[in-house]
């Protein structure tokens, strides 16, 4: 059962533009999510949290969005640039410390 | 900065071996843990451990155990070798009670024949 969905495997865009990742979740008891960004070949690194008591938490072009009645948050970057092209994973955490993790999402910006 | 470090980049075993993997953080940090990341299936908790000597089973604990002797090494063992262990293996480490994020290394490609 998959607690944690990017149900986007890829997303293409311009470089300059907005990208958009989603992600569902569905265990109401998660109080903390967060993205990373993921290279080939490298580990994931952090890239933005956010409180299950804020609706929204920015980072200079990250933005995510958390929207809890509708158990949804998303990440935006804007402008994207080419070096934004990786994969992003969106996670959940429970009081534990555990994260759950979702499937990812390969972003392609062009230049 | 948290520096996690994986023993082994790329790694080839063959079945029945018994295989493994060494994680060593700098950050004195209590938790560690071991995923995997498959295509489509996104990072899965092997085993994580809250601190030296403890350990708990995550969502796929079954062909793998861990150590956890001293806090910054955590080792994840593959009993005895499989080729659907064939996977990326990441460690990452974490302060106790804390919403600081897990730092990850840089994974163990780990190919089993």
């Known amino acids: 059962d998959q607690q944690v969905k990017q149900n986007s495997p890829s997303l293409s865009v311009q470089e300059g533009r907005i990208s958009i990742l989603n992600c569902d979740y569905t265990n109401s008891m998660f109080d903390y999510f967060l993205w990373y960004k993921k290279y080939p070949a490298e580990g994931p690194t952090f890239l933005i949290s956010?409180?299950?008591?804020?609706d929204k938490n920015e980072d200079g072009r990250f933005t995510v969005f958390l929207n809890k009645s509708a158990k949804h948050l998303s990440l935006h970057i804007v402008p994207s640039q080419p070096g934004d092209s990786a994969v992003y994973f969106c996670a959940a955490s429970l009081f534990t410390g555990k994260l759950i993790f979702g499937q990812g999402t390969t972003l392609q910006v062009k230049p | 900065d948290v520096k996690v470090t994986q023993s082994s980049r790329y790694l080839v075993k063959r079945t029945g071996e018994k295989v493994f993997l060494e994680c060593v953080q700098d950050m004195d940090h209590e938790n560690m843990f071991w995923y995997r990341q498959d295509p489509g299936l996104g990072l899965r908790l092997i085993y994580f451990s809250y601190d030296v000597k403890m350990k708990e089973k995550g969502d796929i604990p079954e062909g793998y155990s861990v150590s956890r002797e001293k806090k910054e090494r955590f080792s994840l063992i593959l009993e005895s070798a499989s080729t659907n262990q064939t996977s990326m293996y990441l460690c990452?480490?974490?302060?106790?009670?804390?919403?600081?994020?897990?730092?990850f290394g840089d994974g163990t490609r780990l190919s089993i024949l």
């Open positions: 990452a480490s974490k302060k106790e009670y804390s919403n600081q994020p897990q730092h």
């Open positions: 956010i409180s299950s008591i804020k």
